[in-house]
């Protein structure tokens, strides 16, 4: 039976890549051998830890995401055992999402149908570009072949929920080229796209390359050209915009990244997962907190007292409310006046008087009691975004 309480979502993470691309700057790691059977044994004892903590008990749940790392190094054995284990401490949803993502390599996708028998019901493939070219320049190890093939195996293997990844903005690439990417992307027919415009990370080899003069991102103006093309061209293929870099066909979105950007309650566990919890006491208005980010770390620690946590994190009432209006407005629904109203005792106005600014200045507009973000506002997102964080 389900419970009355919130429901959430679950994150796992599996840190593990085969190699590290050199603009990520995730929690991933690469290692001779992935010690797959004892990080599935701690991610089990971590769910048992939290299925006991009065917090989560009892609540359903309405999304798990396997992220990472790239979760298909994986085998559907060990997913298989991590969602029978997450169905027997939290009640599931009727119609709840889970979600893998993979590499479009052969020995991953020789996986796909196993990771269908065993619960996943939404597939997510890291495609990034179907030319060499610009593959090989993003440090990608597999061939547009092998993803050819990864995406046909999607099909067979009975998902008919799956996402595919574009990467758009590398220097060298072309509008033309963008084009060829969109155009065979969507011979797949995918209910969903993700495509992310290349961020340089500090931290990562093309960071290093940029401040030596060695890498040189696109001009403003063609990553505009770019950006209007991916909205213009998906949309006409049926696939709206419903966040910054995602695109959904009606009743395709993700429903464990809106979980994100609503403000709704995640546990993440494994190494580095991050989770948030809202709870109103005390002049504190949510909790966040994450998790030892080494992996064998990780694993020692929940060996030997069960405790990862590392850091936590009280948001106060400014904290969460500025979270609270930049998540939101990064969907094309935008923030409800209502709820933000609900949740933080003054309307956003009250909260950011600059507010008035943005919408006299056509960047951001009102309709149906929803704040969001014009087409204009969209473009300059990130400077839009700094008023609230
Ligand atoms: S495959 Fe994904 S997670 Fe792994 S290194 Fe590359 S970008 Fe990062």
């Known amino acids: 039976m389900l419970s009355d309480k919130e429901p959430f979502s679950l994150y796992i993470h599996i840190p593990y890549c085969v190699s590290k691309c050199p603009y990520c700057d995730f929690n991933v790691h690469v290692v001779p ?10 991610l089990l004892n971590e769910l048992d830890f939290y299925a006991r903590s009065e917090d989560w008990w009892g609540r359903g749940l309405k999304s798990i995401y396997f992220g990472g790392g790239t979760p298909s190094t994986f085998s559907p054995s060990s997913v298989e055992k991590m969602i029978e284990k997450a169905a027997s401490v939290f009640p599931f949803e009727e119609d709840i999402e889970i979600s893998l993502e993979a590499n479009p390599g052969r020995e991953d996708s020789a996986n796909f149908p196993g990771y269908r028998s065993s619960g996943v019901n ?17 440090g990608r190890l597999h061939s547009p072949d092998e993803t050819r093939g990864a995406l046909r195996m999607v099909t067979q293997a009975g998902f008919s929920n799956f996402n595919l990844d574009l990467i758009y903005g590398s220097p060298g690439q072309s509008l033309s080229d963008l084009r060829a990417d969109l155009a065979e992307a ?31 991102p696109l001009d403003e103006e063609t990553e505009v050209a770019m950006t209007e093309l991916i909205e213009e061209t998906l949309s006409k293929a049926g696939l709206e915009r419903y966040e910054i870099s995602n ?9 464990h990244n809106l979980n994100y950007w609503q403000g709704g309650d995640y546990l993440g566990i494994g190494a580095g997962a991050h989770s948030f919890l809202r709870k109103q006491e005390n002049g504190v208005f949510g909790y966040r907190w994450h998790n030892e980010r080494h992996p064998g770390r990780y694993m020692e620690k929940v060996r030997r007292t069960g405790e990862v946590v590392v850091e936590r994190e009280d948001a106060d009432l400014t ?30 106005q009250e909260f950011y008087p600059q507010i008035g600014d943005l919408l006299e200045g056509g960047l951001m507009e009102e309709k149906a009691e929803r704040l969001r973000l014009t087409r204009r506002g969209f473009l300059v997102a990130n400077s839009i975004f700094v008023n609230f964080v």
Do not use: C, W
């Open 186 to 216: 969507l011979s797949f027919q995918p209910p969903h796209l993700s495509a992310y415009n290349l961020t340089i990370e500090e931290g990562t080899p093309f960071h290093r390359q940029y401040q030596a003069g060695r890498l040189r």
């Open 33 to 42: 051998k992935i010690p797959e059977k004892e990080y599935s044994r701690a």
């Open 247 to 255: 695109y959904a066909r009606a009743g395709f979105h993700s429903r």
């Open 319 to 348: 904290k969460a409310a500025g979270e609270f209006m930049f998540l939101g407005l990064r969907t094309m629904r935008g923030v409800s006046v209502d709820e933000f109203s609900l949740r933080f005792g003054k309307n956003p």
């Open 122 to 138: 939404r597939i997510s493939i890291g495609v990034q570009s179907f030319q060499s070219h610009l593959l090989k320049f993003l």
